[in-house]
Nanobody, 127 residues
Framework: QVQLVESGGGLVQAGDSLRLSCAAS????????MGWFRQAPGKEREFVAA????????YYRDSLEGRFTISRDNAKNTVDLQINNLKPEDTAVYYC????????????????????WGQGTQVDVSS
């Protein structure tokens, strides 16, 4: 089992930057690719970004690439999501997820690719 705890959310203004962090604990001795998803009110949870176990490969939702950057520190068991130039439409609960993997380069973009989920952190962007 892996436990994931997100932090870093809050109320910000449009144009601000925010850095979300996800801390993993438990069976972190296995290899996991990591991802971030978000869910806005009344909408389905959607893929944001993912990073491979090695950190050498990352993948982003098309419309978000350029403003969002995912990174990880395997020594600290953390994965971060840097969001720049926040927009009101970025308002959502942001979830961290982990997918057990046997390869160092796998990244997943589907909810079904992931085995473990955090509780989420709320991001509110005012205009």
């Amino acid at each position: 089992q892996v436990q994931l705890v997100e932090s870093g959310g809050g109320l910000v203004q449009a144009g601000d930057s925010l850095r979300l962090s996800c801390a993993a604990s438990g069976r972190t001795d296995s290899s996991y690719s990591m991802g971030w998803f978000r869910q806005a009110p009344g909408k389905e949870r959607e893929f944001v970004a993912a990073i491979s176990w090695s950190g050498g490969r990352s993948y982003y939702r098309d419309s978000l690439e350029g403003r969002f950057t995912i990174s990880r520190d395997n020594a600290k068991n953390t994965v971060d999501l840097q969001i720049n130039n926040l927009k009101p439409e970025d308002t959502a609960v942001y979830y961290c997820a982990a997918a057990k993997t046997s390869t160092s380069s796998t990244v997943g973009y589907r909810r079904s690719d992931y085995d473990y989920w955090g509780q989420g952190t709320q991001v509110d962007v005012s205009s």
